[in-house]
């Protein structure tokens, strides 16, 4: 088990005590408590187990300080305990990797493995998708495609070293992580890895090579007008919309409201963003004020996607959009009328201003559906999407239920009942959806929310779904 206070515990599955001989009795640390900014470093995902090897990533708060400890995956002994290897995703400067961070990757942090990892045991393998550096909007001091960020990664499990690796995002400005698993699915005849990222693409890659197992272009991106920034000039996107599950390329058809006042106001809203030029999901931040989209928020995140033999996925995609604006941090007393509060980035010369893409009534600017549950056929490098449905309904009277509610749970599918479980919306439902059709079967009203994905399980040959449902501390 891996903890918010970055230690792994090892417990005896038969009985639940701690196995004494696993680290100093059943506990390793990941970080020592002296380690700096260690308050804003946590394991947020449980540890990956392959063959004799127990590893383990980390969440860092990287939009708020730049230079953050490294990012860093650990891999131990399952039996002792004991430190094998230490991947760091932020390279030192003696690392051949370093030139794609301006020669100065200790400007930087972050990085890290948030999201939980995945392990091939045939071929010793762990499988990880990596994070965006610090700070989130600002990346005037890590000139470069800054390598091995927002990247899917293949290590052998013995010693750590790098077997392969897929950048996804080349020097990201706008927390496009990889918030979810990598996951192992036999594909075409292959033994593939499907993971969708915050940008709302899904990338399908042979997991033992790493080889592209669908159609990659390269785009052009839009220069910078921060003097200090250098954006990567091109990103690379999946070359079928079947493939792109958010919207990449903006127009104003993308502007929507409740009703026509707010869409006005909407209007007005995007008009302080540096006029109506609505862009592509990376035009990168700017002095003028910018659309971000989709938001930080995704596109996909944590919850991911599920595969459903042999060929499809079923993914959650949340459709939000937010402003987002630099400024000067000598200037900081005349920020927008939009903007209600300031992310400092210390460490750098600009404060970030970033606000959900809101009407004055708190209304979404983005057309709805506001989440919904996808389902795409993956036997062919193009991909297919074959159903799109509503995910959840806002308790907002004024909202209609086929505009659903923002969700960041996971799905899981049970292929035997041709059914796919999701929960985490706003109205606290867990949902049973039909696979093939994407019509919602039942859902089940649960006491709060639910934040993670829902597990199956066959007891005397009856099976179950099971959900954490959890109310928020206050």
């Known amino acids: 088990l891996g903890t918010p206070n970055n230690k792994i515990v090892a417990l005896d599955a038969a009985t639940g005590k701690l196995c ?17 900014l260690f308050n804003k470093i946590a394991i947020t995902a449980p540890p990956v187990v392959v063959n004799d090897i127990v590893a383990s990533g980390c969440g860092m708060q990287d939009g708020f300080e730049e230079v953050m400890p490294r990012g860093v995956v650990k891999g131990y002994s399952c039996d002792t305990g004991r430190l094998l290897w230490e991947y760091y995703l932020v390279p030192s ?7 794609s961070w301006d020669g100065h990757p200790e400007l930087s942090g972050a990085a890290n493995v ?25 990346g005037g001091d890590r000139i470069g495609d800054n390598e091995s960020s927002d990247s899917i990664i293949a290590l052998n499990a013995t010693n750590g070293e790098v077997l392969w690796s897929f950048q996804t995002v080349r020097h990201d400005l706008w927390d496009y992580d990889l918030p979810c698993h990598p996951s192992i699915v036999s594909l075409r005849n292959r033994t593939a890895l499907v993971c969708a990222s915050k940008v709302g693409f899904v990338y399908v ?53 409740i009703d026509e006042g707010s869409r006005e106001e909407c209007l007005v809203f995007l008009d302080a963003l540096a006029g109506r030029q609505l862009g592509t999901t990376f035009t990168p931040p700017s002095l003028k004020g910018s659309l971000w989209y989709p938001g930080p928020n995704g596109g996909t ?8 033999p042999p060929s499809h996925i079923h993914c959650v995609v949340v459709d939000q959009a937010a402003a987002v604006q630099l ?23 600009y404060v970030l201003c970033k606000e959900p893409f809101l009407s004055n009534q708190g209304h979404p600017c983005t057309e709805p559906p506001f989440t919904k549950l996808v389902r795409v056929n993956l036997e062919t490098e193009e991909g297919q999407i074959e159903w799109e449905s ?85």
């Open 20 to 36: 004494e001989k696993f680290g100093t009795e059943g506990i390793v640390e990941l970080f020592p408590p002296s380690l700096p």
């Open 93 to 99: 400067k003696d690392d051949p990797r370093a030139a």
């Open 114 to 138: 948030w999201a939980t990892m995945s392990g091939l045991p045939s071929h010793n393998m762990i499988f990880l998708a990596s994070s965006s550096p610090s700070v989130d909007a600002f």
């Open 205 to 257: 890659l042979d997991a033992i090579t790493g080889e592209a197992m669908m159609e990659l272009k390269e785009v052009l991106v839009p220069e910078s007008d921060v003097p200090e920034e250098r954006v990567s000039p091109v990103q690379l996107i999946p070359t079928s919309r079947q493939l792109r599950l958010a919207r990449y390329q903006l127009d104003k058809s993308f502007i929507w409201s």
């Open 301 to 308: 995140n944590w919850g991911g996607c599920a595969y459903a």
């Open 327 to 349: 400024i000067p941090r000598d200037d900081i007393d005349t920020l927008p009328f939009w903007c209600k509060g300031l992310n400092q980035q210390h460490g750098v010369p």
């Open 390 to 474: 509503p995910l959840g309904h806002s308790p907002d009277a004024a909202y209609k239920e086929e505009w659903g509610s923002p969700s960041y749970a996971g799905v899981i599918t049970s292929t035997a009942g041709g059914l796919v479980f999701a929960a985490g919306t706003e109205d606290h439902n867990l949902y049973a959806f039909g696979a093939y059709t994407g019509d919602v079967l039942w859902k089940y009203l649960l006491p709060h929310q639910s934040y993670s994905a829902p597990i199956t399980y066959v007891v005397d040959e009856k099976q179950y779904i099971a959900t954490v449902s959890a109310a928020l501390k206050d």
